[in-house]
């Protein structure tokens, strides 16, 4: 089948090579011409485990190529998956103007009884809103389905060669039949295809989205309340995650969601809520914990060394919102290493893949950048973990205290044994869990809104 994937960004790099691995000829387009034209030299624009080798493989057989005419991929395509960016708006609310503007280049290009895939994240209501746009472009008959994308960045090849499932949201048997021969190879083993209307597709991505931020979130205030009552939030998290009904995923107590779906989409979702005066309240408090909890870092750095932290110096160990990627989109280290700045000190980070995209974007020449995670401790008042890359996971520890002037540790994924900092001789803060104290004994955390320890100074 002749596909076409209007934008190559994280989901439509990964979904058209997908499916040019899959047999299909695919035509990616974007109007991003750098980002094109990189690719076409075989550069990926992207850090994404195993996606090199597929591009590559796929660019080399001619299943797969790149171009920015998208009227040119439109004219040629059996099927058009629409995988351009669903940024938040001013209010919160997806804002559709990519979407649409592919609409309308669509509606101009298009042939008959090409069947149009919604792929990006968007309301309910956006299929319609495609099918009026290129309706009014064009006599041409066609087809519109949603088929939102559940891939996780870090592991989205495998997440979109072996599905959990695939939700498609159809009004036309023409339609649900192109959807299944395009995904036959990668249904082989069972995963369901689940078919509905379009209507439910597009919420169906919304509420899993929220779904999974609330179980975050419920985890983080667990935490805060564990710190408070002595109970350990790891311990929690295996206790009710070995319950089938609540099963162990997502239940990691940290600083808060970040990276570029769970954040918009839940104020979407909201933003959806309101528009049809239904309120959210779940989902509401979801966000403003999450809010809070992205300062969780910072307020335990602050309740240690006093709000000023002029002359002091700090590492950061990773950079992207998880392990696995290079996205730093709403990513927790950029609100620790922002407020850092704003209090005086001077930051050093590393990071496995995302050091790149934190000097071009998000952080230029704020900070610096160590060449190794080590680099970074050399003169240290103080450690933050913000993103739990394996490599960070067991230092070694005679490095580590070497080179830090202070050794002192705010983990913010829980990579370290208490008991076993403390036996090092670190003062070790994380999250939820018992807090090696600067005193060097275990105590109750009443660290964490800064109440208790706020009278200390920078000097520690
Ligand atoms: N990133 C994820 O993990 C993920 C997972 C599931 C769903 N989604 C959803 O998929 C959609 C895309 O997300 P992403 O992370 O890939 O975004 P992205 O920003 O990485 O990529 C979007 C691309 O679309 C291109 N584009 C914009 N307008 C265009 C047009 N008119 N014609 C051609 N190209 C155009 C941009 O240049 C960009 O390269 C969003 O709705 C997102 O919510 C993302």
Redesign the pocket.
């Given at each position: 089948m002749e596909v076409t994937v209007?934008?190559?960004?994280?989901?439509?790099?990964?979904v058209g090579s997908c499916l040019a691995e899959g047999g299909n000829r695919v035509t990616c387009?974007?109007?991003?011409v750098d980002?094109i034209a990189r690719l076409n030299s075989g550069e990926i624009?992207?850090y994404e485990p195993g996606l090199d080798r597929l591009v590559s493989h796929n660019l080399a057989s001619g299943r797969l190529r790149f171009t920015t005419d998208?009227g040119e991929g439109v004219r040629t395509a059996d099927a058009i998956f629409i995988?351009?960016?669903?940024?938040p708006g001013e209010d919160g609310s997806?804002n559709l103007a990519?979407?649409l503007?592919?609409a309308r280049?669509i509606g101009d290009h298009i042939r008959p009884n090409t069947v149009v895939i919604m792929?990006?994240?968007?309301p309910v209501g956006t299929s319609e809103m495609v099918r009026s746009e290129i309706a009014s472009r064009t006599d041409t008959p066609f087809y519109v389905c949603s088929n939102?994308?559940?891939?996780?960045?870090g592991d989205?090849v495998g997440d979109f060669m072996y599905p959990d499932r695939v939700v498609c949201g159809v009004d036309a048997d023409e339609t649900r039949s192109r959807m299944e021969e395009i995904y036959e190879p990668f249904v082989r083993s069972g995963n369901p295809f689940i078919f509905m209307d379009i209507a439910s597709a597009e919420m169906t991505?919304y509420a899993a989205n929220s779904m999974l931020a609330t179980r975050i979130s419920f985890m983080n205030q667990i935490a805060e309340l564990c710190e408070r009552t002595g109970a350990d939030v790891e311990m929690v998290r295996r206790g009710i995650g070995s319950d089938k009904r609540i099963g162990p995923s997502f239940l990691y107590a940290g600083t808060g969601y970040g990276?570029?779906?769970f954040p918009?989409?839940i104020q979407a979702l909201m933003q959806t809520a309101d528009d049809f005066g239904v309120d959210l309240k779940v989902l509401r408090a979801v966000h403003e914990s999450n809010d809070r909890q992205k300062t969780v870092l910072i307020r335990k750095i602050q309740s240690r060394f006093g709000d000023d932290l002029s002359g002091m110096h700090f590492s950061v160990w990773g950079l992207a919102f998880k392990p696995e990627t290079d996205?730093m989109r709403a990513a927790p280290s950029l609100t620790v290493i922002n407020a850092l700045l704003e209090s005086g000190a001077t930051v050093c980070a590393h990071d496995p893949v995302a050091m790149n995209v934190a000097r071009e974007f998000h952080l230029k020449n704020t900070i610096d950048y160590g060449k190794d995670e080590y680099e970074t401790l050399i003169g240290s008042d103080g450690l933050i973990i913000t993103t739990e890359w394996l490599q960070y996971r067991r230092p070694d520890w005679s490095v580590v205290s070497k080179h830090m002037a202070r050794k002192i540790i705010f983990d913010g994924r829980n990579i370290f044994d208490p008991l076993r900092m403390e036996a090092l001789g670190f003062e070790y803060y994380s999250i939820g869990r018992y807090q090696v104290g600067s005193i060097g004994q275990r105590a109750r955390s009443d660290i964490n809104d800064g109440s208790s320890n706020s009278s200390r100074s920078n000097g520690g």
């Open positions: 209007i934008g190559t960004g994280y989901v439509g790099l990964v387009v974007d109007i991003d980002k624009s992207i998208v995988a351009v960016g669903t940024p997806a990519f979407v503007e592919a280049t792929k990006s994240t968007v939102p994308e559940f891939l996780k960045e989205a991505k990276g570029s779906c918009k989409d996205d």
